[in-house]
Structures are given as C-alpha cells and as structure tokens.
C-alpha cells in the first residue's frame, strides 16, 4: 500500500487558478478578462484535449437561462401528446414552477403511486461526489415520492454485466481487480484486442483521472518487445504507440474467429488440458460443438474465415503465436454492444482459459481493458465521499436500453437474466443528468415513446434534444459554477473542485431544486438532513479523513484540504485480485459462480431456456446483415473530442465537425464506387431513419464498413415530420432498438446496416444549439 503525499508535490498553481475534475481529467481553471482558461493536471503524462470545450461552453447560447414549461402541458395538462419535441416553450418563475412540478409529483405518486415514475438520470454528469446527478435524483425520489422504477445494467456494458457473474464471478474483480497497465507494460508477451483499447475510451474515468497512463503503458510494453494484435474493422483502436498488427475484421464476427483460435489449439495440441481440468467446468461439453461433434460444423480457420474475412492462414498462424506467451486476451464493450453481445465476452475467456493465462501478471482475460479509465487500474484504500442514496421501496426495475419497450408496451412481459417481467406502466419520468437522445438507439421510436407519458421532468445545462421533449425543464448549473469533492475509487488524487463563475442565468445546483421540491412535498428534513451544501461535503469527506486517521497516515482536515490542489490517497497492491487467488488455489479461493469455477458451460444459463444465449459460447450469427437497399455496416462508436454528447457545442468537438457535421469515416474505393470524395457531405440511411455527415475517406477502415461516432445532438429538419432527416450526424437515427439477448437485453447500438449516398443537395443550417421557440406567459 503507498502512502499519502502531502498536498500536491506538482508546481503550484498559477494566480487564479482554481483545481478542478471532470470525467476527461483533473485541471485547473480561471477567469481571465472575461474569458475562461484551462489547464490539464500538471502531473498527467497524456492529458485529455476534452477539457478544451469548457471555454466554448460555459456561456454558449445553448445553455438554459431560466425555468421552460411546454406550452402544451401548461394549457392542456399533464398527458399524452405528440407535440413533444415540436412545441413551443414558455418562461416562468422558480416558484411559479416548483408548485406545478411539486403537485404534479403529489398527484402521480398519491394517484398511481411511485411504481408510476420513472427516475431515469442515466448519464455522466458533474465528475463531483456531491453534486452527481443520478445520485441527486435518485435520493430525491426516495426520500420524497417513496421511490422510482429504477433502470439496472449500462449501455455501455449490458450484455456482460449479466453474463459476467454466471460464468467468472463479480464483475468488478474482471474489471477492476485484474490485469493493470503497469502488469502489461512489465509482463505481456503478446496483447490479442478484439475491438482494441482506443484512447479515446480510456481517457474517460467517472470522477476523472489525474494521470492518464494507457499510451505510456502499451508503448513500454512494445518496446519490450510486447506484440500487440488488433482484430477489428477499425485500425485506430490502437494507438500507433503499441506498433499493432491489424487484422481487419467483418464487424460482430470476434465470436466465430475466437472459435476458430481454440479449435485450431485443440486439432495441434496446445490447448492447455490441465488448466481446463482444474480451474474450468463444461469444457468436454463446448469440445464437442468446437469440434462439430453435435451440430456437423467443426469450427476450423476454414469456417471461421468465410464468415469473418480473416484468411484461414492467419488464424492458425495467430494461435501458434499465442501457444506458451504471456498472452493476454481482451474484448472491447463494443463486441457486446450487438446482436449476441453475450457471446464474444464468453468466448473471450474461453480462448484465455485455453491458453491456461487466467490469473497471470499481465496475461489471462482483460476483458474491457481500455473501455473506460477505472479499468486495469488499483483499487484506493480509504473510502471515496458517496452521497447515501436512501431507500427505494419500489422494487421494479428494467435493463436500461428497454425504456422505449417500457413506454410503448406497459404490462407486457419480457425475458431477462432467467425471470420472466412485465414492463410497468409510467406516468412521469424525472431525469437529470442524462441525454436518452444521445445513449439510445433508433431515435424516432423513443420520440414515440416519450409521446405516452403523462408528463416528462428534465433538470439540463443546455438545451439538448431530451430537454426539447420535456414539458418542464429547470436549468442547472455547470460543473464549473458549484463547489464539489472529485475524485474516483480507482485514481489516488482527491481533488478540490472550486467554482470559478457564479451561475448561469437562473440556473440552480440540482440540490437546490430538489430541496425546494421537498420542502413543498413536506420531505425536506429526509432529503436535506438539515445540511447546506458545504456542510453535506464536510460530512461527506470525513470517513475519508477518519479512514487516513485510523491508518497513521496524514488526515487533512475538510478546511485544509479544500484549500489545498488535491491529496493522494494511498491505494491497495497490485496483486492480480480474486482470479490470481483463485489460480493459486481454487479450493480455498473458488469464484463466485454456482460451481466456484470458471464456466465455459453454464448450467444454470442453460436452465434458463433462451434460444439466443444457451448454455455455452454458440456462433449465433446476426439477423440484421448487409444486402441491396442497405449494403454497408455502421460501426456507431464513441467520439474522440468529447464524452458521448456532452458539450458537442464546445469549441473541441465543434472545430472537429465539417461544414458544421459530425464526419463519418469510410475505405476509398466504397467512397470511389458511389463518386464520393473526402471532404463531401453524405447521407446515410436505413428504414428507421436518415443523417448528414462529412466524410473523411481512408484506408484506416475496413472496406463496406461506415464508421460514424455517436453524440452529435440530434438535429431534425422539420421536428413535424415523423421520420425527418438529422441534419447533424447522430447515428442513432439509425441504430437497432433490440436487446442482446433474452439473457440480459443489453444495448445493440454499436452496429447496423446502411445505404450511403452523397448528398449534392443544398445543406440545411445546423439548429441544434439554437434554443427553441419561446412565448411569453
């Protein structure tokens, strides 16, 4: 375990500089003759460009001013109506619209009860500890409506969250308690990334990080003479750093090339039996479907080749490569961000456990290595300040991508995780926090979907396309506007976040909103505990500061410390977690599935019974393949110049765009086929939809793949047609609104299929950020 630094041995900061964090890393910020200036964390080797939208945003014309009803709820009263995202808005007071909002919660939680409201709030949000707010909400909801139909899982990691606990264990020690950078950068021999370990995603850390060290890491590694594989359509999934080889890859076949791998071990002899005998169950099971004992379909580089577009010759050349390395398999988010996600993640450990690596240093199974910043990283020693949600005594719940499914087919059931459920029937839904028109997919169905309620709450900074479908939308402040404690269980910096600017407008702090809701609904004493906000942060950071104490270790008092730049916090040793105990000894150490081992054959997710996930890695293929009216696939991935849509205003994301789009990335000859050049703008469409982007045309991209990244604001020509064309470049008008599998109903966004056509027509103005039609009261 390290110990506790004094307060930051970095230089100080300049005069006027203020610490700060966000989800993209810890910097520092000040106003400066009216303009906003900042500056990454003077510790961090690889700083995050992210934070260069802040300047553009923070008094950006799409931010929201004061309290917006939607006229039609305010005349008509709460209810269906397809006038949302269409309508105008009307200005009123703070008070004028916390009685309407308090009444209206009265009136759902007394006539329907709190099962009738919806507490959505999945999103980034503030990177503080306090003023986060999925937790705001949430406590809000607990406290004073008695509770909320919650939503579980994450778009990010819905399929494997599932699966995960059925076939390895906790999910966390996967993750999180498993292999690190500084085990890659020391020990790996060959790296094997389906999906790779962008930058762009790792560079991302809820709570944010003060050293951003995957490029350092894979570029040691290399050095060392590490091999590093990517299998993907895409070959910047790996920095140039780690010296890749590219395997160019038709997108959702991982499963099939897996497959392939371990048959081409087995048929040679160099899969590793002692390990499959000790630390697995269910392999003589999977065997025989490997080798096409069960179905006729041995599962051979031959097989695997026609349906992947990798040659035969460099499967069995690439599982040679792995036989008796310190190999180290990992699978992207992205792979079970589809049609069968479930798969590639179970097969992804059956290939490490062929090779006998799982619970090595810096081999085995990293699976979402790279995804996000927590991961491949230690575990903190002291607690982090968490804000006590309460106790929701609603019991409902769904995985988060079915909130459309919810609002369409109230009392119709459904199959997850083994349980047949039945989808609620919502009046209201409260989010703050969160933008479903950036995380969900086929954007026209959950326009749909949100007609169905009776009334939809939004707390927002800007005006986004979630907001545009509100009927009440208060205004909240910014990060930079309110006092905070930042910081991560997985990153040792404890940061000060002080405001650098009074609010915007009217905007309020989410807190301060939901303590005047309370007090209205005659709950304030539950939500607030009689606590202003610094007193809820000193109550807040003291297990932390009592945690120090108890160690011997420097405790700071909450004064000194949110008047110093930040303390480290001491962190646990890099010891390879409950899977490298688990290979030290199984007996004493057994995993935390129902047979204590790993499971390449689950028998309890076969009892379950689901065509689309039985009970070991199946190639199940994908229904929505290329053909004449839609001949390429849409790789729909995260963005590199901001965090999924959150300030695609800013000056970072925007001076990304092209004549004001999102750029789409495509093989030239796709772009020479159909007469588009580099620079153009294009229209991609399917039958759920339609967008413009630009297009940059390389050869980074696997030919008949179109790689367009997510988190454009969604921009309608006309908002009173019922399909209409974005004009701004969000994906998930065309994106799949089905689940995984009836295992775990995980998101489908990362993939689909299109017609891509250059568009010659005039361009329609970007009116994204323009705040919507606003009408006197």
Known sequence: MTTLTAPLSEAPLEEGFRPHTSHWGVFSARMKDGELEVRPHAGDPDPNEIIQNFPGALRHRARIAQPMVRRGWLENGPGPDERRGRDEYVPMSWSAVLDKLAGELRRVRDDFGPGAIFGGSYGWSSAG??????????????TSTGGYVKSVNSY??????????HIIGDYEDLVKRNVSWEQIAEHSEIVLAFGGMALKNSMVTGGGSSKHVERGAMQRAHERGCDFV??????????????????????GTDTALMMALVHSLVVAGLHDRDFLERYTVGWPVFERYLLGETDGQPKDAAW????????????????RRLHGKRALIVVAHALQRAEHGEQPVWMGMVLAAALGQIGLPGGGYG????????????????????????????????????????????GTSYRYNGQTRTYPEIKLVYW??????????????????????????VHELAWTATARHADIVLPCTMTLEREDIGGNANDPLLVPMRPVIAPYGEARDDYAIFAELAERLGTAQAF???????????????????????????????????????????QQDDDGGRLRAFRTDPVAHPLPTPSGKLEIFSQRIASFGEADCPGHPTWLGDTNVPDAASPFVLVANQPRTRLHSQ???????????????????????DAAERGIADGDIIRISNERGACLAGVHVTDGIRQGVVQLPTGAWYDPVDPEEDKPLCVHGNPNVLTRDVGTSALAQGCTGQLTTVQVERFDGNLPPIQAYDPPVRKAS
């Open 432 to 457: 703050a926090g969160g933008n479903p028109f950036h995380h969900h997919q086929d954007l026209n169905r959950l326009k749909q979907a949100f007609a169905r309620l009776d009334t939809l709450v």
């Open 129 to 142: 500890r306090f003023h986060h707010a999925q937790s705001q909400v949430h406590r809000f909801l607990n």
């Open 647 to 669: 300030f695609d205003f800013g000056g970072h994301s925007s001076g990304a765009k092209h004549r004001g789009r999102e750029v789409a990335r495509m093989h030239p000859q």
């Open 367 to 410: 699976y979402a290595l790279g995804a996000i910043g927590y991961y491949g990283r230690r575990y903190n020693a002291v607690p982090m300040p968490t804000l006590p949600q309460g106790r929701n005594a609603v019991t409902d719940f769904i995985p988060v991508a079915r909130i459309s499914d919810m609002l369409l087919n109230p």
């Open 156 to 165: 990010s990691s819905g399929a494997s969250s599932v699966l995960v606990p």
């Open 528 to 570: 607030t505990e009689g606590r202003t906000v610094r007193q809820w942060l000193e109550h807040l950071y003291e297990p932390t500061r009592a945690a120090l104490a108890e160690a011997g270790l420097p405790a700071p008092s909450f004064a000194e410390f949110q008047a110093s730049e930040g303390y480290d916090m001491p």
């Open 304 to 319: 695997a080749s026609a349906i992947t577009g990798v040659s035969a010759q460099a499967i069995t050349a690439l599982a």
């Open 230 to 251: 990517l299998v993907g359509p895409l070959r910047g999934d790996l920095p140039d750093e780690a010296g890749a080889e590219w395997l160019s890859s038709i997108p």
